[in-house]
């Protein structure tokens, strides 16, 4: 893609279930485009950080146990989305997770965000789709050397002595989030949760599925031409595979 940073990207949101992949591709296509990833989480903690009113009232109900609620968060976003460094596009980032939230993005870019009052284009939506073994794999394989941090996998990324770090030599231990029960929750969860936003979003035409179990270079090459595509694409014209 020879200018891929000089044309409006417009928002893109990545679907997938936990070991997927989506992290490692939206740092990949951010930096491909020069647009910012923008993190659900990273707004919450800047918002607490800077005591702004928002962080305040989230800061105080997550001290009580409770959920931020959509609509805190959703104005935390759209706070995030209207910056400068947005204008071109953006990554969405653990954003949005239900169809309620999908619902409120779409009326947010449907208005005059930027200096040039024009509105946003409607997101292009990726889902990564990867076989529930792999997956299986991917995150209760995973061991962390607690010392130095550094991540292998016993099935894709072994030590060379097992259970020890390549590193530093200390013994490798296994996060709560990678033991296999709860892993097999997550997944559950997730499916639950993201099914009905899939579907939303596969009505409007905007979402296009590829398989995240190829090699990283290939999704991501992928992922750029979906967007390529359905930025060039009447909306509700095209779904489908990349």
């Known amino acids: ?51 702004t009113e928002l962080g305040r009232k989230a800061k105080a109900m997550m001290a009580r146990g409770e959920l931020v609620p959509d609509d805190l968060v959703n104005q935390m976003v759209g706070e995030r989305l209207v910056k400068k460094d947005c204008a071109r596009g953006f990554i969405l980032d653990g954003f949005p997770r239900t169809v309620v939230q999908a619902q409120w993005l779409d009326r947010f870019l449907a208005g005059k965000l930027f200096d040039n009052q024009r509105p946003c284009d409607p997101p292009v939506v990726v889902q990564f789709d990867v076989d529930y073994n792999i997956l299986l794999h991917r995150l209760s394989g995973r061991r962390s050397c607690p010392t130095c941090g550094r991540i292998y996998n016993i099935h894709t990324q072994p030590t060379r002595v097992p259970d020890v770090c390549d590193v530093d030599g200390s013994k490798l231990v296994i996060r709560n989030d990678d033991r296999r029960e709860v892993v097999e929750e997550r997944l559950r969860a997730y499916d639950l949760q993201t099914r009905p936003l899939a579907a939303y979003y596969r009505r409007s035409g905007r979402l296009v599925h590829i398989k995240g179990d190829q090699d990283v270079e290939d999704v991501t090459h992928q992922v750029a031409k979906a967007i390529e595509r359905l930025r060039n694409a009447p909306v509700g014209t095209q779904s489908g595979g990349a």
């Open 1 to 51: 893609m020879a200018d891929a940073t000089a044309h409006n990207v417009g928002p893109i949101i990545l679907l997938g279930p936990p070991g997927a992949g989506k992290g490692t591709q939206a740092k990949l296509i951010a930096q491909r485009y020069g647009i910012p990833q923008i993190s659900t989480g990273d707004i919450l903690r800047d918002n607490v950080a800077r005591d």
